[in-house]
């Protein structure tokens, strides 16, 4: 069976639990947020980081939903997990109505 990666792992941050880049920049709210854990069969939000505020692009943290979704969606592990879950890939607002409901 073919793992699929987190963002962390694609992107190579290092800001999951324990990675290389935690203590100097924290710990990415996407590899802590359970309420998402398995969407696009990812761990946390790994899979469905877009949506989660205060994760790292392009060596800067980002704010929230509004104000980098459309960076987000030019992003390759977006396209990625878009083509891997082609059939079943959980849109934005589906994702957003889950953060906001659990």
Known sequence: ??????CWEFL???REP?????????????????????VHDG???GRACWVVAGTLCNDEIQG???QKYHACTACDFYKKVQKE???NFQVSFTL???LREA
């Open 1 to 6: 069976m073919d793992t699929k990666q987190n």
């Open 12 to 14: 190579n941050c290092g």
């Open 18 to 38: 324990e990675g290389n880049n935690a203590l100097e920049l924290g710990i990415c709210p996407a590899a802590i947020e359970t309420r998402l854990d398995g």
């Open 43 to 45: 761990k946390n939000a």
């Open 64 to 66: 929230v939903f509004a």
């Open 85 to 87: 879950n082609f059939h």
């Open 96 to 98: 957003l109505k889950k």
